[in-house]
Every structure is written in C-alpha cells, then in structure tokens.
C-alpha cells in the first residue's frame, strides 16, 4: 500500500526562502506504515496515517523542507549520517536520528525498501526502491523532466548524474518514480533525456 499527500510551506537555504509543494509517501499496509520525507504538516500526515503504527520516519535528504515535520510524528528518525550538517542547521543538536546505510533493507507491512545512497543533490541523498512493488522514491534526486537541482550549497551535477547513472538508471525501465515535488515518471522515461541536461543553478 502506497498512499501519498502532498503538503506546503517553504524551503530555506543560502539566504534565500522558497514557496513549494512536496509529496509525503506512506508505505506499508493497515497495522503499521513508513513515512517518506515528512514535510511541513504533521496534522495532514498523521489524518492519512489513521492512527496505524509509524515504524520509522525516512528522510530522502535533509533540506529543511522534507525534515521539518519529522520530529512530529513520534517515530524514530532516519538519515543518511552525510546530511548531518543539514539536519543540524535545522534542527541543532536536540532532535537525534538514527542512520540509514547503504544497501540497508527495511521491511514494513510486507513491502520492502532498499536503501541506495544517491549524493548530489545533498551529501547523503537517498533513493528507496521496492523492487517488488516496481516503484522507487527518488526525493529530489530525480525528477519527471531530470535530475534534482545542484545549484545551491552542498550540491555537485557531476554526482548526482553519476548517482542517478549508477544507481537509477539500472533499475529496471518501467520502474515508477514517485519523487519529493510534482508528478511521477519512470526509469525508462527519463533515461533517454538525462545526457541533454547541462548542469543546473536553482
């Protein structure tokens, strides 16, 4: 079971503060569920969640705007340890986590999600791929149209296109992409676009 609402607020960063929309995925099924990128409204995540279990919150990356509802929901915190320095501008040091690894399978309601770290858009980006379920939870890595955004502080396109070519673009081609903003495309969809992206600065 994969459900999805899409929350707003802002997202901050070098100086500058932006309007965005971002899209919270639960995952799991009537007893207990994940949630992924825990954005803005933990009222609106927790009307979805029904009071069924939230066996841990999953951060695809720490920009302020996927994180900032996470603390929120009760439930253990999970990040990849690269992104402590973005955590830590948001949070300090009073809300600790706990890491997610590389290669790292975590298990809810019969679904499985793989860990696949995915730096460039931040330090420790993350994908979460359920291979059974065809889908894969890209945050702002990759996107219907192309790679995450890499303008902005502790950011490189180098890597994150060798992130997306390593790690994404060997899954299989009708593998759905349900992303951090806007709307879902596939492996197979963006692949053959990917190499007329020049490097971008927002």
């Excluded at 207990?32 to 009222?43: G, L, Q, S, Y």
């Excluded at 399978?105 to 065809?134: F, K, M, N, R």
């Amino acid at each position: 079971m994969i459900e999805h609402v899409v929350t707003s607020g802002t997202f901050s960063l070098d100086g500058g503060t932006w309007e965005v929309d971002n899209n919270v995925w639960i995952v799991g099924d009537d007893t207990e569920v994940v949630v992924i990128d825990a954005a803005h409204d933990a009222t609106a995540i927790l009307d979805v969640v029904a009071g069924r279990r939230i066996k841990a919150v999953l951060c695809t990356h720490a920009h302020d705007d996927h994180i900032n509802a996470a603390v929120l929901l009760g439930a253990p915190v999970r990040l990849h340890p690269a992104d402590d320095v973005l955590w830590r501008r948001h949070y300090g040091d009073g809300s600790p986590y706990l890491p997610l690894e590389d290669g790292e399978t975590i298990a809810v309601g019969g679904v499985e999600l793989e860990v696949s770290h995915t730096p460039g858009h931040s330090p420790g980006a993350v994908c979460l791929y359920a291979a059974d379920q065809g889908v894969v939870f890209t945050g702002d890595t990759l996107f219907k149209g192309g790679p995450g955004a890499t303008g902005r502080s502790f950011s490189s396109f180098a890597t994150i296109m060798e992130s997306i070519e390593t790690r994404l673009l060997t899954l299989p081609p009708e593998t759905v992409v349900l992303t951090g903003h806007g709307e879902a495309t596939t492996i197979g969809a963006e692949a053959p676009h990917l190499a007329e992206w020049p490097a971008r600065g927002h």
